[in-house]
Every structure is written in C-alpha cells, then in structure tokens.
C-alpha cells in the first residue's frame, strides 16, 4: 500500500464511450500526476498538477481531460478513445514538485478500449 | 531534458550483493538522480534519491560520483523479490522523465 489508490482496477470500454478514472491520495501531498504506460515503452508522464493547478500538459490529446478538485483527489475523464489508448494509466503523488521529492504511485487502471 | 543511460538487463544471483549502474553525462547542478523500481504488474516504486552524497536507506544504497555524471544503486543483498525493472532518473522541476530502465533477473 502506497498510500494512492486508483479506481478502476480495469475498464473495457468502446470508442463511443465516456468514463472516467479516478485517484485518490492519502498522504497529504501537494502535487498529483497521471502517467501513461503501453506495452514495451517507457512511462509517458501526461499531466502534472501543484495545488490543484495544472503545470504541465504533456501534448496529450483533448480526448483526455484531466480534473484536480482539491490535492486529494484526481481524475482523468476519457471520451471518443482510439484503440492505441490501450495503457496502464497510473497516478501519482508527491509533497512538492517531482524533481526534488520521491513520487509515490498508485496500482494503476488497466484500460482496453475496443 | 537531461537523460541517462542504463544497460537493458542484468542478472544477479540472490542473496549477492547487486550494483546498478547509470550514466547521466548532461546533469545540470540542480537535477536530483533517482531510482525507482517497477515489478511485475505494479505501479513504480520509490527507492533512493540523492544531490550529490551517497545515500543510504532500508532499500537500497545509492553512490553518486564526484563529477555527478554516474551513479550506481547498490542492493546489499538481492532476494527474487527484487526482480523488476530499475530506473534511474534526472529529477528536475515538476517531472520525472522515465526511460527504458535496467531489467534485473535475480536466479536462485
């Protein structure tokens, strides 16, 4: 247990489809990530968020649409996927920026779309 | 963004020590180097960071050499446990920018 928790576990969804991923931290850090991870390639980092304001967008299509509420809590809303957004997407925390602090990561959200 | 360069796999036998090496030629004073472990069907792991000193934790140790163009995670004692991939990371502002990592084999 690292203190982030993601939900789903995994998601089959269509093209037409609209769903969302969530991810919880419990460790009261300041700054939460979502990554993107295909099969044989490294970990893509996609959106950074520092006390709830996005600070980094990875060129990441619009079809994925992050949302940060509060520290706790972030979401990645996904509407229209291609079948090559087939990933694990992965979340993550950290007290203060990544550069300086240890990231904690959650299991990640295996998602298939078909 | 800087990079490092780690070999594709190595393997170990367990209870063995285990040395991970790095290469980060184009570090800038300020990036941190960290290391973080994936194993199978999981999300990465924290091991070790560092600025400039060794550092040492429950996990791991981690040697930084002087010119701070190389580094080196050392696992005291491998067990099958540690099998997983390793990355070895230039930390600089918001972001960690992983690369392809050190797969580590650990034989009985």
């Known amino acids: 247990e690292t203190g982030v928790t993601q939900t789903p576990r995994h998601l089959v969804m269509g093209m037409t489809n609209k769903k969302s991923l969530k991810c919880e931290q419990h460790l009261g850090h300041n700054a939460m990530y979502w990554y993107k991870q295909s099969a044989k390639k490294p970990l893509e980092l996609m959106f950074v968020y520092n006390f709830k304001e996005q600070t980094e967008n990875n060129s990441v299509p619009s079809r994925f649409s992050p949302e940060c509420p509060n520290s706790s809590h972030l979401f990645l809303h996904l509407h229209t996927l291609q079948p090559e957004d087939s990933a694990l997407y992965l979340c993550?925390?950290?007290?203060?920026?990544?550069?300086?602090?240890?990231?904690?990561f959650g299991p990640g959200t295996r998602l298939t779309v078909t | 963004d800087a990079k490092t360069t780690q070999p594709n796999s190595m393997e170990s036998n367990e209870e063995e020590p285990v040395h991970l090496p790095c290469n980060h030629s184009t570090i800038s004073g300020t990036d941190y180097i960290h290391w973080y472990r994936q194993l199978p069907s999981q999300g990465p792991e924290y091991v070790i960071h560092g600025l400039t000193s060794n550092v040492n934790n429950r996990m791991a140790s981690l040697a930084i050499a002087e010119d701070r163009k190389s580094s080196t995670l050392i696992l005291h004692r491998a067990t099958l446990r540690d099998a997983a991939v390793y990355y070895c990371?230039?930390?600089?502002?918001?972001?960690?920018?992983f690369g392809g990592g050190t797969r580590l084999m650990v034989k009985p």
């Open positions: 993550a925390s950290s007290q203060e920026p990544a550069g300086v602090y240890e990231q904690y």
């Open positions: 990371i230039l930390g600089a502002g918001n972001m960690l920018t």
